[in-house]
């Protein structure tokens, strides 16, 4: 009894064995569409218009340049489909598609011009909702309709979908996840931004003629308030934004030296060369005597690389008034020196970063101004801050936040260090008597 | 065979109780606390280690005073028969109920997150069966595989929060306290129905060796789960922010950002993994305890023919009494807090009270009734043995 008691049980736990495998509720790798890349419009009648980027693996094996034209396809189509919510017009994607939809490996979700400017809420209930759907992947916007960006095709890499990536990667502005921005959409005191990316300009050149190549191209950030895309900010603002929410761009900040209002240039000497020999040498870098380089829109810049840059943000209450103090320091190296400025000379250093230290402040400035009065959209969460910092003070504010942002006195400053020069001391195009103190 | 034959030691005990108790809480509590308290929610368990601590005591109490018999035994010596077979029935009916919730949350997960086309049925029959297999070896089997599980649980645990490390952001705790202590209190409350579950300990802690080591390892467990619930909620919500109320299960969508480069992401297949395994105890554990409690109240000689029954009931339960998700967390939110205390906390406290009031059974410290008590056991595992 005992005995086939135990071997009845053991052929049982070995016929469970083979459900744990999940296999009744498997689907195949090649039973799906894998989509990588989603682009959501708003038609104008009010639905949405959902494009997917989906993937061919086939096509992916193929060796992306050996031969490059002849026979080689893209590895990727567009499907697109218009539904009143997101799952809607999934299914009627479904409806197209020999395979299963797979939405998992979305990576980027490109949201069109149109639904931006009249709400991306409701989106965003989908976008957390599904179970498919990874709330890690990013969020960018277009100017425009938003399916035109998935034509692009960049020459670097076989998916667009991974050129995009890389390039929100860079760090070059800010990069933000479904998750952080439905964390803005349902937070107090902070209005989300996205990037901005568009199509680059295409050069045509004899040799690709023929070949489909169309590049991305990161244009800035979308600002938005609550869920509606107010406004665009250009990529020197969002820099700017990208200090003010301490996430500091991986980028140059090219400033004019000597800073303008600020040190004399030392006096430039006359000319000695007659009008005929000016003539002559029309060709020849102009201004020669002077210094090298003069025929530059700006010949005498300095810019710095930002390796670090940290901020702090405080608040502070006088007479029930509150204000926002945003510091920023960075660690910067010098990758050109085209001004002429005597780097072996380390008593030069210290105006340099008071220079550089207000460079980034203008940035700063600019993005706030464009935030507080033009568009009126506190992207920088500066009435969560306040929220976290006054709990009190903000009971009375948060219901017209909006308002009392606008007026909200923001103190800038900047402090920059400077700590090496790149790999040359002096500019190697200058000679010693052609140098600026 | 009386379970109390069977003997575990308190580090078994312990590593039973960990996630007997911390499993189901470890991925939806955070949500439920999160609705009550917002940013403040990582304290909702601290602010229940009191009430839970006093669970413990409470049981190590009756423990003490009637070594090697189980609740069902000795209610009815102490409130009198018929008050205790009901108040034995009571406690039964709180494991079963419990057991039930346990195998929804089960299936609901589980079909929620992995297996869309799997019917729910199926996910906690296969759930309760295995319970119920584990169960019919005994208490040692179910500790040796606590002891089997938890390190692995704790290692990937710790694994999922160290790879949303670079998601974290801090400040989205603050500011603290925003509301004062009352969220954080109510909250606690309705942790402490997660963690008042160490009322399992009335049908454990007789198979313990050594009632006060028991305890001891109790305290240790309960420090153990208040530890990595807190872990987990500030993981959460420093993740998520203001957003891990609207989430079911918060610490899933933690698993599903956390990445390590490029090397490594998407790892929430590991979360269903430890999910299944510690909820599987917790099952088996919970229905342990009611098949337990249900056979010494009704005065029945074997309780192992009972386990396929009550789990296959338990699963039948868990699938009829609630239509959907929405009520199954509505009760965890709203219900379930002070429904459970009567069965954690006041019960126990009261046949403790009474048995005190009464002078009955032994306390170890008190000499003349030492000789009676030991008797009382032997008389306990004779009735039970045969």
């Known amino acids: 009894m005992a005995r086939t008691d135990r071997r009845l049980w053991t052929m049982v736990l070995c016929g469970l064995l083979l459900g744990a495998a999940g296999c009744y509720d498997r689907v195949e790798l090649n039973e799906l569409a894998i989509a990588d890349l989603m682009a959501i419009d708003r038609t104008e009648d009010g639905r949405l218009k959902v494009s997917l980027q989906f993937i061919i693996p086939s096509e992916l094996t193929n060796p992306g340049g050996v031969g490059a034209g002849a026979g080689l396809k893209d590895p990727f189509y567009i499907m697109e489909a218009i539904g009143e919510t997101l799952p809607d017009a999934f299914s009627l994607l479904q409806a197209k598609l020999p395979r299963r939809l797979f939405t998992s490996h979305i990576r980027v979700v490109v949201l069109g011009e149109d639904l931006a400017r009249a709400g991306i809420g409701p989106v965003f209930d989908s976008l957390t909702r599904i179970r498919e759907l990874r709330i890690s992947a990013d969020v960018i916007v277009t100017r425009g309709e938003a399916s035109i960006l998935l034509r692009a095709a960049p020459r670097l890499g076989r998916l667009p979908v991974s050129a995009l990536s890389n390039i929100l990667n860079q760090q070059i502005v800010p990069v933000r996840s479904i998750r952080e921005v439905a964390i803005a959409l349902v937070s107090e005191g902070i209005d989300p931004f996205v990037p901005a990316v568009g199509l680059a300009q295409r050069i045509e050149t004899e040799l690709e003629a023929g070949v489909r190549a169309q590049e991305f191209e990161l244009q800035g950030v979308g600002i938005f308030r609550g869920d509606r895309l107010v406004g665009f900010a250009p990529l020197e603002l969002a820099r700017g934004l990208a200090w003010l929410v301490d996430e500091a761009p991986f980028a140059a900040a090219t400033i004019p030296w000597p800073p303008p209002g600020g040190l004399p240039s030392p006096p430039l000497r006359p000319s000695d060369l007659s009008p005929e020999e000016m003539m002559i040498q029309r060709d020849a870098p102009p201004g020669f005597p002077e210094g090298p380089g003069q025929g530059l829109l700006a010949p005498n810049k300095i810019t710095p690389m930002v390796l670090r840059g940290q901020v702090s943000f405080h608040t502070e209450v006088k007479d029930g008034q509150v204000a926002v103090r945003v510091h920023a320091r960075a660690v910067d190296d010098i990758v050109t020196n085209q001004a002429g400025l005597d780097l072996t000379d380390p008593a030069v250093i210290p105006p340099l970063e008071r220079e550089l230290a207000r460079s980034i402040e203008q940035r700063m400035r600019a993005m706030l101004r464009l935030a507080q009065e033009e568009l009126n959209a506190d992207v920088f969460g500066f009435g969560e801050l306040i929220r976290k910092n006054h709990p009190q003070l903000w009971r009375e504010l948060r219901r017209d936040w909006h308002a009392h942002f606008r007026q909200l006195p923001v103190h800038i400053s900047a402090e920059v260090k400077v700590r090496r020069t790149g790999l040359t001391g002096n500019p190697t195009i200058f000679r010693p008597e052609q140098l600026r103190q | ?386």
Not at chain 2, 49 to 70: K, N, Q
Not at chain 2, 92 to 108: K, T, V
Not at chain 2, 198 to 224: D, E, M, W
Not at chain 2, 232 to 242: D, I, N, Q
């Open chain 2, 1 to 386: 065979m009386h379970p109390t034959r069977a003997r575990i030691n308190p580090w078994q005990l312990a590593v039973l109780l960990i996630p007997g108790i911390g499993s189901t809480a470890v991925l939806g509590l955070p949500a439920i606390t999160a609705a009550f308290a917002r940013q403040d929610a990582w304290m909702a368990p601290l602010a229940a280690l009191p009430a839970s601590a006093l669970v413990i005591w409470v049981c190590g109490r009756l423990a003490a005073r009637f070594p090697e018999e189980t609740f069902a035994e000795y209610a009815p010596k102490v409130l009198g028969k018929l008050p205790g077979k009901l108040c034995g029935l009571l406690l039964f009916w709180y494991f079963f109920h419990l057991d039930a919730a346990i195998a929804r949350e089960f299936a609901d997960f589980l079909v929620a997150t992995a297996h869309p086309r799997t019917p729910a049925a199926l996910a906690a029959a296969l759930g309760g069966l295995a319970a119920a297999v584990a169960v019919r070896h005994g208490p040692e089997i179910l500790a040796r595989l606590g002891e089997l599980f938890t390190p692995i649980a704790a290692a990937l645990l710790l694994a999922i929060v160290g790879l949303a490390y670079s998601s974290m952001d801090g400040s989205l705790l603050k500011p603290v306290l925003e509301h004062g202590w009352r969220p954080v209190l109510v909250s606690g409350f309705v942790t402490q129905a997660f963690t008042g579950q160490f009322v399992l300990l009335l049908v454990l802690l007789p198979s313990v060796n050594g009632v006060p080591a028991g305890v001891k390892a109790s305290y240790g467990a309960l420090a153990v789960i208040a530890a990595a619930l807190v872990l987990v909620s500030v993981v959460s919500l420093s993740v998520f922010g203001p957003l891990t109320a609207n989430f079911v299960w918060p610490f899933f969508k933690v698993a599903r950002v956390g990445t390590f480069g490029a090397v490594l992401a998407r790892i929430e297949p590991l979360v269903i993994g430890f999910w299944i395994g510690g909820t599987c105890l917790k099952l088996a554990v919970h229905l342990y305890a009611a098949v337990i409690t249900f056979a010494y109240t009704l005065g029945l000689r074997h309780w192992r023919p009972l386990v396929f029954p009550m789990g296959a009931l338990m699963v039948a339960y868990a699938i009829g009494h609630l239509n959907n998700l929405v009520e199954h967390h509505r009760m965890l939110a709203h219900f379930w807090p002070p429904y459970t205390q009567v069965f954690q906390l006041i019960l126990p406290a009261l046949v403790l009270l009474v048995a005190a009031v009464r002078g009955m059974g032994d306390r170890r410290e008190q000499g003349p009734n030492e000789g009676g008590a030991i008797q009382d056991g032997k008389e306990a595992r004779g009735h039970g043995a045969d």
